[in-house]
């Protein structure tokens, strides 16, 4: 059980805008690309910020996360969660690049955990 990353998420109902003057800010290209229509938003990863685009009601619920780990496994990081007073908010979920949950741990705070399908 292992965080191999952390990244910042930065909220924008301007997608387009914000990934140009992301690219431009940390001076390298968009890592991934990806939509996710079921929940109305559009991920770029550009170094270690993940800019997630949308509209405000579909970023209303994303907006308390305060960062991204990616993990080496999901499965283990929701056992140890729910085994130290964590709250699952979102259970694991497929996404275009893995899977990911939410979840709300004992100091109140929200963090996303994503294990990356290594194919990609």
């Known amino acids: 059980m292992k965080v191999i990353g952390i990244s ?7 997608f387009e805008p914000a990934v140009k003057y992301y690219v431009a800010l940390m001076g390298e290209p968009i890592q991934r690309k990806f939509e996710i229509p079921s929940k ?17 009601d579909a970023l209303i619920p994303l907006k308390q996360i305060r960062a991204t780990f990616t ?11 729910r085994e130290n007073s964590a709250i699952i908010l979102q259970s694991t979920t497929p996404t275009p690049v893995g899977r ?18 290594q194919k990609i």
Do not use: Q, R
């Open 40 to 56: 109305g938003i559009t991920v770029a990863k550009i170094g270690n910020i993940l800019v997630i685009g949308g509209s405000e």
């Open 71 to 81: 993990v080496d496994s999901i499965d283990e990081y929701e056992t140890y969660l």
């Open 100 to 117: 990911n949950m939410i979840a709300k741990g004992s100091d109140g705070l929200v963090f996303e955990y994503v294990e990356i399908d």
């Open 8 to 14: 910042l998420p930065i909220f924008t109902t301007e």
